[in-house]
């Protein structure tokens, strides 16, 4: 019961990863770059959507009926949903830049790739080249939407600090205020930090699943 859970779970991640993939590559090879500065307004919805039921794969992990890390996984969803919703969907004016359709197209064509090796291994299917790509490919597109994320958080700076966007100054006794700004550029830090440590962690998986051995089980 739990398996087809699972695999319901991930069937609904890929179609939702799917139609935002599709319709970012339909909309630019029909409108050109015109399409770049639209793309949250297009499809920010089904992305936040996804983005939000990807929380319950912390919940899988806690309660046993997934056996990835906790840590990573949690420090990975945490990323995008800081991103897209305290930094992108607060701030309209970044909504428009390039940067978001980047970070957008590094984020689905990982999980297009993940959620399809995900569905068919909860059927003990496994196929080489897919089991190949899925380890593979976020190493190098990992670190890379990492950059993005930072320079998102970078061209946001000067609108949290001309509006004021979560700044709070607390009311007496308290004597200092939270200056959202400094926040996100404390995030910076603990953004590329927590980059080394998921990168190593994605090399071990890779080991754990593409070493010679479990290669030669998989074919066999």
């Known amino acids: 019961t739990m398996n087809m859970y699972l695999f319901v779970y991930d069937l609904m991640q890929f179609c939702g990863h799917s139609w935002i993939f599709t319709n970012m590559i339909i909309r630019f090879m029909t409108f050109g770059k015109d399409s770049l500065a639209d793309t949250f307004h297009s499809i920010g919805f089904v992305m936040r959507l996804c983005q939000l039921l990807s929380v319950l794969e912390i919940l899988h992990i806690l309660i046993g009926i997934d056996k990835s890390r906790l840590l990573p996984r949690f420090l990975q969803i945490t990323e995008r949903i800081i991103v897209l919703f305290v930094v992108i969907n607060s701030q309209e004016e970044v909504q428009g830049k390039y940067v978001v359709c980047v970070l957008f197209f590094l984020w689905n064509l ?81 953004l590329f930090a927590g980059m080394c440590f998921i990168i190593r962690n994605l090399f071990s998986e890779r080991m754990a699943h593409l070493g010679t051995g479990n290669i030669k089980n998989k074919r066999s």
Request: hydrophobic share 50%.
């Open 110 to 190: 990982l999980d297009v790739v993940r959620y399809t090796y995900n569905m068919l291994a909860r059927m003990g299917i496994y196929y080489l080249p897919l089991t190949w790509l899925n380890f593979s490919l976020c190493i190098p597109l990992y670190p890379l939407s990492v950059l993005a994320k930072g320079f998102a958080i970078c061209v946001s700076l000067p609108y949290f600090e001309s509006f004021g966007t979560y700044s709070i100054k607390l009311p007496f006794p308290f004597t200092f205020s939270i200056y959202f700004p400094y926040v996100l550029k404390m995030y910076l830090l603990v």
